[in-house]
T-cell receptor
């Protein structure tokens, strides 16, 4: 079983839609949760970072963590064509004990 | 610098040649990571440096790969006798502590012909 599982998509939505991206993980020791956005030919860019259950909001982005279910989500409201990218979840328990999802490719159609 | 800097951004080399990839982390970040990302694939961990401690080399795919970090700052990833399967994007990331997020550079796109 992989440490973290992420639906690879691809996911295609119309502009303005709400997007839900999800990851599940297997080890309850994981404490720190991150979402990255990666545009083509660029490095992953940190979007959200959280370490507690519940919701964290930043503009149109909301990160949600459910530790009891070992499930994390990223919601994008009012999606824009500029949101088209690959989104990676990352989960961390310590210095080099971190794992990345394989990424979900999102396309927002104008 | 404001972010993690990697050079070169692109490198084309012939099979059998050696290559060196450079990473300049965010100032003050003690942890430095190298990852490899192949087309359409996830991030593959290669090596991790933390301060002056011995690096975690458990992800290096073969003894043709090596890395060093001088003065706790700049790091160089060296691939000897390159093979076509080494073609990928090599990403460097740094972090200020074990519970802080990683910050990535834009990578070096390596093509072995």
């Amino acid at each position: 079983q992989k440490e973290v599982e992420q639906d690879p998509g691809p996911l295609s939505v119309p502009e303005g839609a709400i997007v839900s991206l999800n990851c599940t993980y297997s080890n309850s020791a994981f404490q720190y949760f991150m979402w990255y956005r990666q545009y083509s030919r660029k490095g992953p860019e940190l979007l959200m970072y959280t370490y507690s259950s519940g919701n964290k909001e930043d503009g149109r982005f909301t990160a949600q963590v459910d530790k009891s279910s070992k499930y994390i989500s990223l919601f994008i409201r009012d999606s824009q064509p500029s949101d088209s990218a690959t989104y990676l979840c990352a989960i961390r328990a310590g210095a080099n004990n971190l794992f990345f999802g394989t990424g979900t490719r999102l396309t927002v159609i104008p | 610098g404001a972010g993690v800097s990697q050079s070169p951004s692109n490198k084309v080399t012939e099979k059998g040649k050696d290559v060196e990839l450079r990473c300049d982390p965010i100032s003050g970040h003690t942890a430095l990571y190298w990852y490899r990302q192949s087309l359409g694939q996830g991030l593959e961990f290669l090596i991790y440096f933390q301060g002056n401690s011995a690096p975690d080399k458990s992800g290096l795919p073969s003894d043709r790969f090596s890395a060093e970090r001088t003065g706790g700052s700049v790091s160089t990833l060296t691939i000897q006798r390159t093979q076509q399967e080494d073609s990928a994007v090599y990403l460097c990331a740094s972090s200020s502590s074990f519970h802080s997020p990683l910050h990535f550079g834009n990578g070096t796109r390596l093509t072995v012909t």
